[in-house]
């Protein structure tokens, strides 16, 4: 017969306050995260200088090329990325990478990467490097995106 541990149970009501509230602390950055990365797709690719930096790796495949961010770069004056120095190996190991894949100078995707894992505030690092993209709907060298209905067909 099961009988319940009330020093367990105590333990876990505790912790419950305290890991709504470190919820609580993420859930703004990890909307800064989305929202800039649906923003960004179909923009043009010079948008990215503008609101993140210097890409600290270029991979060209196909036709396509894809930039790389990681918050372990370091920022300029004006808060955007630099190449150089590059981070360290270490740093780069648990920061929020970002891998952006242009076509046609449009950037057709957007992933990251939160290599420190999504606990204890490092969110915010992934935040910090595309905060400046959220709100890119209204830039004039984004792309026109087709309206597209709820249930995935083109309105005309």
Same mark, same amino acid.
């Given at each position: 017969? #099961?009988?319940? $541990?009330?020093?367990? +149970?105590? !333990?876990?009501?505790?912790? /419950?306050?305290?890991?709504?509230?470190? !919820?609580?602390?993420?859930?703004?950055?990890?909307?800064?995260?989305?929202?800039?990365?649906?923003?960004?797709?179909?923009?043009? /690719?010079?948008?990215?200088?503008?609101?993140?930096?210097?890409?600290? /790796?270029?991979?060209?495949? =196909?036709?396509?090329?894809?930039?790389?961010?990681?918050? /372990?770069?370091?920022?300029?004056?004006? =808060?955007?990325?630099?190449?150089?120095?590059?981070?360290?190996?270490?740093?780069?190991? @648990?920061?929020?990478? +970002? *891998?952006?894949?242009?076509?046609?100078?449009?950037?057709? !995707?957007?992933?990251?990467? $939160?290599?420190?894992?999504?606990? #204890?505030? @490092?969110?915010?690092?992934?935040?910090?490097?595309? *905060?400046?993209?959220?709100?890119?709907? @209204? $830039?004039?060298?984004?792309?026109?995106?087709?309206?597209?209905?709820?249930?995935? *067909?083109?309105?005309?």
């Amino acid at each position: 017969m #099961f009988r319940p $541990n009330p020093a367990a +149970f105590a !333990a876990i009501l505790a912790a /419950a306050p305290l890991t709504a509230a470190l !919820a609580g602390c993420g859930a703004p950055h990890l909307a800064t995260v989305r929202s800039a990365e649906h923003s960004l797709i179909g923009q043009d /690719a010079a948008v990215l200088a503008h609101c993140i930096g210097e890409p600290l /790796a270029v991979y060209a495949h =196909g036709d396509a090329a894809t930039r790389v961010y990681s918050s /372990a770069q370091i920022r300029g004056a004006d =808060g955007r990325l630099r190449t150089t120095p590059a981070p360290s190996e270490r740093a780069n190991s @648990s920061a929020c990478v +970002f *891998e952006i894949t242009i076509r046609r100078s449009r950037i057709v !995707a957007v992933r990251s990467d $939160n290599r420190a894992g999504w606990g #204890f505030g @490092s969110i915010r690092h992934c935040a910090a490097v595309v *905060e400046r993209c959220k709100d890119q709907r @209204s $830039n004039p060298l984004r792309a026109p995106v087709p309206p597209v209905d709820t249930d995935g *067909e083109m309105k005309l």
